[in-house]
């Protein structure tokens, strides 16, 4: 769980989408993307245990991604 932030207002961000990505066992479902709350607040249940990249996007914001890789910024948890 956690909450969005805007990175200059550190305001929440309504609506936001969040994504883990994480490599699921065979036979075992992906963990679900969900949206955030009015207070920017999301859940992602039923996460196994590891290292788990989480991403957030919304249409009013640009994702951010690293001029040399080219690889969008996520955080790891």
């Given at each position: 769980s956690g909450v969005v932030l805007d990175s200059s207002t550190q305001r929440p961000i309504a609506g936001a989408l969040v994504a883990s990505?994480?490599?699921?066992?065979?036979?075992?479902v992906p963990p679900p993307r969900v949206?955030?709350?009015d207070l920017g607040r999301f859940?992602?249940?039923?996460l196994p245990a590891g290292s788990i990249r989480v991403s957030a996007s919304?249409?009013?914001?640009?994702?951010?991604?690293?001029?040399?890789?080219?690889?969008f910024s996520s955080t790891s948890v």
């Open positions: 990505f994480v490599a699921p066992a065979v036979g075992q949206f955030t709350d859940v992602l249940p039923d919304h249409p009013d914001f640009v994702v951010g991604a690293d001029a040399t890789t080219g690889v």
